[in-house]
Structures are given as structure tokens and as C-alpha cells.
């Protein structure tokens, strides 16, 4: 069988080629084609001899994701992915293209397990971690399309499909890879996690003190509300989870963002923007507030525009720094998971 030589460091691909008496220059030649030319074949390593090309054939091969199905945003903003692994497992990565750049979202795992009721996610459960080159492979499918418009990535968002701070080692696998001037050279600061408050690993990544963006998916300022849509919070209480968050913007000296789905008549009173407001006073951090996208398999809604406008004006008003995020790709079903989970 034939070893895959994506997903593998610098140090990795020179040992492994070492077994062909290879030399230490060829794997950056190959790490090169690979990672930041797009190839998916030997035969593509024009610079290599075609004796070696044939070498490389007969022992390796470059096996990325495969493409199941695309969705483009009527406005061509947003592109939805939904990809296969090899062993059939599906998940989705979103291409999201803004005035500042392009910022593609990734999944972490196959499914989730923390059961927040309003995502579909978490609808099918957990099946399984991805691995560093999984996530990787993500990234790099995206990088591959957009080099062919002359784009580029420019930032990561790691909210798509599971909790990465529940695969730790391998998100931080793919985080050191995905920085190396050999793959995407992807600084550090231009790449967000999220997470729904795992909080003895938020702890363990404040210790990496890497300058990444920490996203805390909150959604709710009381233990009792939390944990109704959120089983995580019956572990990890809501202090808890802000204490945490608080102790890594200490660490990094990087603002925390907060995420708060707004919920119809569920967390979007005066009263919860209030609550909101003392939990997070004094602390360098902003609010994202995002209006839901509804899925059709729970039964919550999306607030109206007014509710939403008077919950970001009451923070703000508060002293809490607060944005609504612009919504891309509502007409692809774009919040996480939605995709796969028509898909099974």
C-alpha cells in the first residue's frame, strides 16, 4: 500500500524519503509542490526527473479530500464544501470571502459531542477525531481554489464542525504545520479557534502563549439558561468558563471574543443583556452576537431586527463592546453541520 506523504512536516518527508537515499533538498522540492503548488500527482513535479517522478509513484502518494458537493451564496461571498474522507466520513468547511480578505472555517472532528440544542453539529453525534493532515487537507482544498482566482487564505476561523479543544493534539499538530514557511506560512495571529469552554485546555493553550485568537462560545449569562442549551456548562460553569477566558486574554494579551447566538425569545431580553453585561465587565474582551440560523431539526427562531439592534445597544451602552456579525451564506445553509447532516 502506498503511504500518503500529505500532512507530513519537513523533518517527517526527509526521513521517509531518506528509505529512497533521497537527499535532505528534496523534500522541501516536494513539500513545495505539495503545499503551496497544489499538486496532486507526482507526474505534476516538473523539476524532478521523471525516473525519480516514476520512484515516488511506486512507494507515495499526495491523497488530499474529495469533493462531494459546492454551494455558492447568491451574492458569491460564501462557498460551502462538503467533503469526504477515505474512510467516507463526511464534513463541511466554508470559504467565506470579505473585503479584508479570504477566511476559510474548518472542522475539527467528524460530528460533535457536546450537544448544544440549537446546532446541527451535534445532531448525529460524535464519530470520530480528525487528524492534523485531515484538517490540513481542509485548508490547503480551499488554498487550491483560490490560487487558481490569483487569491490566497488569509485567516482561519476553527468554528466548523466539533470542539477543537477536544482534539487538542491535533489541532495543535496542524497549527504549528500550517504556520511553516514551507506549507502556508499562516501567521499565528491571523487564526481563531472556538470553543464551547473546555476549560482545562483553554488553560493548556494559554501555557503554548501562541497569538491566537481565543472564541469563547457562551450564548448564555446564567448557569441555569446555559445549560439548557448547552450540556458543556453542566462540567464547566459559566464563571468558570470566563475566568478561563479572562486568564488566557491575561496570558496573550489577545482580546477575547465571546459568541452569543441571539435566540428568539430564549437569550434576547434586556434582562440577559444585562446579566451579560456584569459577567463580562472589566475584562478585555469583546461580544460577538449572532443572529440564529435556523435549523430545520430544532425549534428555535431567529430574533427581529429591533430585538437584536436594542441587545447590541444595551451592551455597548454598558460598556461592553459588542458587534453583530454580518450573515453570509444563509441561502446554502451555511451554519455548521447543516450540510452533512441532509447529506446522511
Not at 500518503?4 to 519537513?10: D, Q, R
Not at 469533493?67 to 474512510?87: A, C, M, Q
Not at 448547552?230 to 459559566?238: A, E, G, Q, R, S
Not at 430544532?298 to 439592534?309: G, L, M, N, V
Amino acid at each position: 500500500m502506498q503511504k500518503n506523504l500529505f500532512g507530513l512536516t519537513i523533518d517527517e518527508l526527509t526521513k521517509e524519503l531518506l528509505n529512497l537515499n533521497l537527499p535532505k533538498f528534496r523534500a522541501k522540492q516536494i513539500a513545495a509542490w505539495i503545499y503551496q503548488r497544489g499538486a496532486t500527482s507526482f507526474d505534476e513535479m516538473t523539476d524532478i526527473s521523471k525516473n525519480l517522478r516514476q520512484q515516488l509513484n511506486e512507494n507515495y502518494e499526495i491523497n488530499i479530500v474529495n469533493l462531494i458537493k459546492r454551494l455558492d451564496s447568491s451574492d458569491g461571498l460564501t462557498t460551502k464544501f462538503l467533503l469526504k474522507l477515505d474512510d467516507g466520513a463526511k464534513i463541511e468547511t466554508v470559504l467565506m470571502r470579505h473585503d479584508y480578505g479570504n477566511s476559510v472555517c474548518i472542522s475539527t472532528q467528524v460530528g460533535c459531542a457536546m450537544g448544544c440544542k440549537f446546532c446541527a453539529s451535534t445532531l448525529k453525534g460524535l464519530e470520530r477525531n480528525l487528524t492534523s493532515t485531515e484538517i490540513l487537507a481542509e485548508v490547503v482544498f480551499v488554498n487550491d481554489i483560490l490560487r487558481a482566482e490569483n487569491q490566497k487564505i488569509d485567516s482561519i476561523v476553527i468554528m466548523g464542525i466539533g470542539e477543537p479543544l477536544m482534539n487538542f493534539d491535533n489541532l495543535i499538530k496542524f497549527l504549528t504545520l500550517i504556520h511553516e514557511d514551507y506549507t502556508l506560512n499562516l501567521s499565528y495571529r491571523k487564526i481563531t479557534i472556538s470553543t464551547c469552554g473546555i476549560v482545562p485546555n483553554i488553560y493548556k493553550l494559554a501555557e503554548l502563549n501562541l497569538p491566537i485568537t481565543l472564541s469563547i462560545s457562551l450564548h448564555a449569562p446564567t448557569n441555569v439558561l446555559r445549560s439548557q442549551l448547552m450540556p458543556i456548562n453542566d462540567t464547566f460553569k459559566v464563571e468558570e468558563v470566563v475566568k478561563a477566558g479572562r486568564d488566557y486574554g491575561d496570558k496573550t494579551g489577545r482580546r477575547v471574543t465571546y459568541e452569543y447566538i441571539l435566540i428568539g425569545e430564549v437569550n434576547d431580553t434586556t434582562e440577559h443583556a444585562l446579566q451579560l453585561s456584569r459577567l463580562l465587565s472589566g475584562q478585555l474582551a469583546n461580544v460577538n452576537l449572532i443572529p440564529l440560523n435556523p435549523v430545520a431539526e430544532t425549534k428555535f427562531k431567529k430574533p427581529s431586527k429591533e430585538r437584536i439592534k436594542n441587545f447590541a445597544d444595551f451592551l455597548n451602552n454598558r460598556h461592553i463592546n459588542a458587534t453583530i456579525r454580518r450573515e453570509m451564506g444563509a441561502n446554502i445553509n451555511a451554519a455548521c453541520g447543516q450540510l452533512r447532516i441532509k447529506s446522511i
